[in-house]
């Protein structure tokens, strides 16, 4: 779970980063669509319901 207090975009880097993910999908604008998308307001709004918003997405 992300608990940092760092930016969602820079936590979301770090994770791609530990998993090995393709610097091009590391820096992708996905994140941000998805986030505006999402009409985020916190970290908390964003991660509940998200398979479901993911899939919407």
């Given at each position: 779970?992300?608990?940092?207090?760092?930016?969602?975009?820079?936590?979301?880097?770090?994770?791609?980063?530990?998993?090995?993910?393709?610097?091009?999908?590391?820096?992708?604008?996905?994140?941000?669509?998805?986030?505006?998308?999402?009409?985020?307001?916190?970290?908390?709004e964003?991660?509940?319901?998200?398979?479901?918003?993911?899939?919407?997405?």
């Open positions: 779970m992300i608990t940092d207090k760092k930016p969602i975009i820079q936590q979301m880097r770090e994770i791609m980063q530990r998993m090995h993910y393709a610097y091009k999908t590391e820096n992708s604008d996905w994140v941000k669509r998805f986030i505006k998308f999402s009409q985020m307001r916190s970290k908390d964003l991660l509940e319901g998200a398979e479901g918003k993911v899939g919407v997405f």
